[in-house]
């Protein structure tokens, strides 16, 4: 996992090799059992290695400063092969769940994550900017891809797609939340969601 920071904000020419220390520095130490309230820029930029200017001039606030580091946690969105005729909708559920699970056995991003939904009352703003910025974008592609395979008749027209997104990713979630990821393997793990939620969902035999 790559933790190169987006580039999300304008301004002054940065040095990604500091934006890269200081989003190093907060993995590692959430990772160690450090809460998100307990940090402080400034411990942030002692183990970063960095000048503590070199923080602030980057986040005036920790909410700036998780963001990016949940940005960097989050692959760019892998692109499913679309509505080409060719594409096949388990395999493009693939490409997208895949990417989840990935994300899920890194233990560093699940650490980030439990730490954000343990501490959302804390951070109502940081953590409705995930949703807005991070999970909907996601949730949006998984239910295009849903719609395709309603329109090629691969799934039923009368399925309630938003339950269908969400019974394909809750066993990852729920996997990520208890912290029991050491065996689960992404490829693997990501297929056997997918063929049991879509047999559920297939139409019945004519």
Do not use: C
Not at 153 to 179: K, T
């Amino acid at each position: 996992m790559t933790t190169e920071l987006p580039g999300r904000r304008g301004g002054r020419q940065r040095d990604p090799a500091t934006d890269t220390a200081i989003i190093e520095a907060v993995l590692g130490m959430v990772a160690s059992g450090a809460t998100l309230t307990g940090l402080s820029l400034v411990t942030i930029a002692k183990q970063a290695g960095v000048s503590r200017n070199s923080v602030y001039r980057r986040w005036k606030t920790k909410d700036e400063l998780y963001l990016d580091v949940l940005e960097a946690i989050n692959e760019p969105r892998p692109l499913p092969a679309g509505a080409d005729a060719r594409a096949d909708t388990r395999a493009d559920l693939a490409v997208l769940l895949q990417a989840l699970a990935e994300r899920v056995v890194d233990e560093r991003a699940s650490s980030m994550l439990r730490a954000l939904n343990a501490e959302a009352a804390t951070f109502p703003r940081l953590h409705s900017r995930y949703f807005e910025e991070i999970v909907t974008p996601r949730r949006s592609a998984m239910n295009q891809v849903l719609r395709r395979g309603v329109e090629r008749g691969e799934i039923r027209p009368d399925i309630d797609l938003d339950l269908v997104s969400e019974l394909l990713v809750s066993p990852l979630l729920a996997r990520m939340a208890s912290g029991s990821t050491d065996r689960l393997d992404p490829e693997q793990a990501s297929r056997r969601i997918i063929d049991l939620v879509l047999d559920g969902a297939a139409p019945a035999p004519s």
